[in-house]
């Protein structure tokens, strides 16, 4: 099956007063219809920058992004916007995503005007009103502003957004990360119901292990711009190969009282992302680095469909 997305060696960098940031480095991956690609990591790790680089938030600095086989990375004009339609994102703050001095009946309108696809008012309407259905937003709220709301009901908006132009490929920036518990749950269950719905094929970007183990086909993992592992969901979970997606895993909590929780702590300070020097760019905090790893690392096929970036990688899995 053709990918959906298929992005092959894409960077983005951002000039700074102390050099050029590194902010995604040489990342490559693709996403096929209808499935979901998680992508996990800590804060500042290039996550959200990657996403918007994708679907063109920001240009790319080099590289290539493929939107079902056309290559799209240098879209200008008529042919970006059109092509941005099958390609929207769900922000990490629903509040700050929405116009506060529109209502909710506008803010999901908004969309649909722009694109002009429905010509009678009566058309758009129907349209709001189907939307707002489909994500569980009550009729009751169509006059109501974002800071009536609470977060769950204001992140649904944002869905029905995202959703009114029938996009192919969506972007999910941590859409759960600014709700309760218990709302992120409805809003994961509502998310995976319309994949099913409507084919979507989703980019799920977050840094709770637990929520994309919940809703991931495949995950990949990245450290300061890069990818350090990629493989299916549940293999990362049973057969953990890099040693920081191993320290990532060691910090999710367990309800087990009866398990012990091996916590694997590092130590050492980042490496900068402004300038970096070729080479693992986790060395200076993993317990296991040696002189070679100071050359330049890949992503290397080490079980079937299961990459990782590490020159050790067999020798730290055979300990």
Do not use: W
């Not at 970007?205 to 183990?213: A, F, K």
């Not at 979970?237 to 191993?246: A, C, G, S």
């Amino acid at each position: 099956m053709n990918p959906v997305i298929e992005i092959q060696h894409l960077k983005k960098y951002f000039s700074s007063n102390k050099g050029v940031l590194h902010a995604v480095d040489d990342v490559s991956f693709s996403i096929e219809k209808g499935k979901t690609m998680g992508v996990v990591g800590e804060s500042g790790c290039g996550k959200s920058t990657l996403g918007r680089t994708i679907i063109h938030l920001q240009e790319s600095t080099d590289g290539k992004i493929f939107l079902n086989g056309e290559d799209i990375t240098f879209l200008k004009g008529k042919k970006l916007a059109k092509t941005r339609e099958k390609m929207q994102i769900i922000f990490q703050d629903p509040y700050s995503s929405l116009n506060p001095r529109m209502m909710v009946e506008d803010l999901i309108k908004e969309p649909l005007l722009v694109s002009r696809r429905y010509k009678s008012k009566a058309e758009l309407e129907e349209q709001v009103t189907k939307l707002m259905d489909r994500v569980g937003v009550e009729k009751r709220l169509r006059n109501a502003y974002p800071h009536e709301l609470d977060g769950g009901r204001r992140q649904r908006i944002g869905i029905a957004r995202a959703l009114a132009l029938n996009p192919e490929f969506i972007v999910c920036d941590e859409p759960v990360s600014a709700l309760d518990v218990s709302i992120q749950a409805q809003v994961l269950n509502l998310l995976m119901d319309l994949q099913d719905e409507f084919g979507l094929t989703l980019m799920f970007i977050t840094h709770n292990l637990s929520v994309v183990r919940h809703i991931s086909d495949n995950i990949c993992v990245m450290y300061l711009g890069q990818l350090v592992e990629t493989c299916p969901s549940e293999d990362l979970f049973t057969t953990t190969l890099h040693p920081y997606t191993k320290a990532l895993l060691s910090a999710v909590p367990s309800a087990d009282i009866h398990k012990p929780m091996n916590r694997i702590l590092l130590k050492g300070e980042i490496t900068s992302p402004i300038n970096p020097k070729p080479g693992c760019r986790f060395a200076s905090r993993c317990p296991y680095a040696e002189e070679k790893c100071m050359n330049p690392q890949s992503l290397e096929e080490v079980l079937p469909g299961h990459f990782a970036s590490c020159c050790k990688i067999h020798e730290i899995n055979t300990l």
